[in-house]
């Protein structure tokens, strides 16, 4: 059976579950029929066609012969050529999206933020600069019990920050299902897909809206942080506890939460253990083997066994099978829809 390229993730570029699910299928197999397809990983045919059409109009397939109906074959173009057009595309609404971003998180900056040098001084406190904030939301982390709401801002995280992150997340106290994340769809160049399927893995939920109304962290509803200018915020945070305006930020969370709705990105089934999650969601999305040891801090041994025990549960003989497997399983799965509880 042939071994498929690496293909990044199509779901980035707006790409539904199936489509991106049924293009890595004829990466690897070369030109299949409808019919075919839809045996091969257990879709409809209306599934397959509606794939395919997302798939033609990005110019990422074709049909590959003049027969009509299901039985005529489609053909991949080579993932190369179609990443580079749709990052061309991508790249021409980058600038008008940063700028609609910006302009929308000083217009919705709520009231309690401009207010907040006049909480009294027990109740607010300001931490200057990156290090420091980063220092001290590390250390806040540690002492949540049961919840954690936070609000990001950015479209890209980087390697090392994720790293950091993650590891700082998996000390704290609060359980899995405490943690509740809502971003915005992630920009080409973002490396979190792997951070957010932990998240998910360990029972956190996340969720995006085009536009999301400031940078926030709200700790067991008790202290709030804030960017001390949400247009910057290398200035660093503002730390409240103020009772009324940690009520204020939470209610702003719910609402937006409310609103919110799954991202646009692949999801490993939910049955597989966090480490299990985070490496196929690498595989997934094109990374090598040296790659995954680098995010991870993990031995090549370590990958080889976690892959190893996937092969044999889902009884197949290669990666290329495992992610079709696994992207079958996935793209039947229901859309996340936990709540916050008020």
């Known amino acids: 059976m042939p071994q498929a390229p690496a293909v990044p993730s199509l779901m ?6 199936h489509a991106d699910l049924v293009y890595r299928m004829l990466v690897g197999f070369g030109p299949r029929s409808v019919h075919y397809i839809s045996q091969s990983l257990e879709l409809s045919v209306p599934q397959v066609r509606a794939a395919l059409d997302e798939l033609a109009a990005l110019g990422a397939a074709s049909p590959a012969d003049s027969v009509a109906g299901d039985d005529r074959t489609w053909s991949s173009h080579a993932p190369t050529q179609v990443v580079a057009l749709l990052r061309e595309r991508h790249q021409r609404g980058v600038l008008a999206q940063h700028r609609l971003r910006l302009r929308m998180t000083r217009m919705a900056h709520p009231p309690v933020i401009a207010d907040v040098s006049r909480l009294p001084r027990d109740e607010v406190r300001r931490l200057d600069g990156v290090d420091l904030a980063r220092a001290r939301l590390f250390a806040e982390l540690q002492t949540v019990r049961r919840e954690t709401l936070t609000i990001n801002t950015e479209a890209a995280f980087g390697t090392a920050e994720l790293k950091a992150s993650a590891e700082q997340v998996r000390k704290a106290q609060v359980g899995g299902d405490g943690r509740f994340v809502l971003g915005i769809p992630a920009s080409v160049d973002d490396d979190s897909a792997w951070y957010s399927n932990e998240l998910r893995a360990r029972g956190g939920r996340y969720r995006e809206l085009p536009t999301v109304p400031m940078k926030l962290f709200v700790f067991d ?103 079709l497997r696994l992207g079958a399983e996935a793209a039947k799965a229901a859309p996340d829809d936990a709540t916050v509880s008020t």
């Open 12 to 17: 980035r570029w707006g790409l539904s579950p």
């Open 221 to 323: 509803r008790r202290i709030a942080w804030v960017p001390i200018d949400p247009a910057d915020r290398s200035q660093g945070y503002w730390e409240i506890t103020a009772p009324q305006s940690v009520h204020e930020l939470t209610v702003l969370f719910l609402q937006h939460w409310a609103m919110a709705g799954p991202p646009r990105m692949w999801l490993p089934p939910r049955h597989l253990s966090p480490r299990e999650s985070t490496i196929v969601t690498l595989l997934a999305d094109g990374h090598s083997d040296a790659a995954i040891i680098a995010r991870l801090d993990l031995s090549v041994r370590t990958i080889a066994y976690t892959v190893a025990g996937l092969m044999e549960r889902y009884r197949v003989t290669n990666r290329f099978q495992l992610g």
